[in-house]
């Protein structure tokens, strides 16, 4: 079955910088990759997806980029600020099924 | 606006003992309905996923079983908690079809001593 694998389990910038988070998958059938924060004893929070007929997807501050031959994907915070401070999780999914898949999460701790 | 409504927030239950976790979505019909588990500083194992009514399928063996009983609500349950079990239990939904945003409830946070 499908594996996805995050590679930075902790990751920590300068307020002001930009952090990049870096997944990887083993199905070539996936096609949907979702990215999570979830903020101390907290539920998870939606923040970007990718689908594999793009290969960049932007929303503000936000940045993902799919790179299928690599089976990568990555998440790029820009401007990062204290707020960012969370777990990230990236995931994911093929199109024709109900499971997503979930990378093992990366701490990001944004310092001032 | 679709809402999705987790009870209990929490529980401190003995080894043995029996569980029911419960979900409700308000505001959309038909939704793919999910359970994730997440152990303590871990990732997030999807336990069932369901389509429909009375339909539940396993993603993996946990010794808990799901239900369907209204096409609002998902059952989490077991006769006989192992302490295994304790960790932070989310249920989510989806728009039916294709998988997209799934969207999560507030957690049910198990404590099995």
């Known amino acids: 079955g499908e594996k996805v694998e995050q590679h930075e389990s902790t990751l920590s910038v300068r307020e002001g910088d930009s952090a990049v988070i870096n997944c990887t998958y083993t199905d070539t059938a996936s096609s949907y990759f979702p990215w999570y924060k979830q903020e101390a004893g907290k539920s998870l929070h939606f923040v970007i997806d990718?689908?594999?007929?793009?290969d960049r997807k932007q929303s503000q501050r936000l940045i993902v980029l799919l790179d299928k031959k690599a089976k990568r994907f990555s998440l790029h915070i820009t401007a990062t600020q204290p707020e960012d401070s969370a777990i990230y999780f990236c995931?994911?999914?093929?199109?024709?099924?109900?499971?997503?898949?979930f990378g093992q999460g990366t701490i990001l701790k944004v310092y001032l | 606006a679709q809402t999705i409504h987790q009870w209990p927030v929490a529980e401190i239950k003995a080894v043995g003992s029996p569980l029911s976790l419960g979900c409700t979505i308000k505001g959309k019909s038909s939704p793919n309905l999910y359970w994730y588990w997440q152990a303590t500083g871990g990732t997030l194992q999807q336990l069932f996923y369901s389509i429909t009514v009375g339909q539940v399928e396993s993603v993996v063996q946990l010794n808990l079983s799901a239900s369907r009983p209204k096409d609002d609500q998902f059952i989490l349950s077991t006769e006989k908690l192992l302490l295994s079990h304790s960790g932070f239990y989310l249920c989510?939904?989806?728009?039916?079809?294709?998988?997209?945003?799934?969207?999560f409830g507030k957690g049910t946070r198990l404590t099995v001593v």
């Open positions: 990718i689908r594999s007929n793009v």
């Open positions: 995931a994911g999914s093929t199109s024709s099924g109900q499971k997503l898949v």
């Open positions: 989510a939904w989806s728009h039916a079809g294709t998988i997209t945003e799934v969207f």
